[in-house]
């Protein structure tokens, strides 16, 4: 019992009250995509774990990037690098706009998610049509957001 004391003084010391004098943070109302950045994935039959591939990713530079706020629209074309390593002249004939990962920055403390059957971002999808996000801010408000990419240039 007298362990008890102790510890329920230390709970009591060691917890906050404070309720009041707390700034009120900023309710975001940006819905914004302000960078797009792409990526192949692929296995390296050269580099093999417990038996598996490895997985490695080639990043596909971003060219020609237009990104218009007002319409909410992103149009771009994205490079193929040069092989080397183990991204060899047969795994970069393989990369195609019909699977690759797709990355956006968005603006602070906002969500996106895809719509009407548009890749979900952060894994291997098809980008070889105009796909549509929803980017929705801290606030609530939402934006509708088409990305285009339209070329690969090898």
């Given at each position: 019992m007298t362990g008890i004391l102790p510890l329920w003084i230390m709970a009591c010391l060691l917890t906050s009250c404070l309720t009041a004098g707390l700034d009120e943070l900023p309710a975001f109302e940006d819905a914004e995509i302000t960078d797009v950045t792409f990526e192949y994935r692929y296995m390296d039959p050269y580099s093999v774990w417990m038996?598996?591939?490895?997985?490695k990713w080639e990043n596909l530079p971003v060219q020609d990037k237009e990104i218009d706020s007002n319409a909410g629209t992103i149009i771009c074309?994205?490079?193929v690098p040069q092989s080397g390593?183990?991204?060899d002249d047969i795994i970069r004939d393989q990369v195609s706009l019909e699977y690759i990962v797709g990355k956006f920055y968005i603006s602070t403390a906002a969500t996106i998610a895809p719509v009407e059957g548009s890749p979900t971002l952060g894994i291997p999808g098809d980008f070889s049509n105009p796909c549509k996000y929803v980017v929705?801010?801290?606030n609530g408000t939402t934006k509708m957001w088409t990305v285009?990419?339209?070329e690969l240039i090898r």
């Open positions: 038996g598996e591939p490895i997985v074309k994205l490079q390593g183990t991204f929705t801010a801290a285009h990419v339209t």
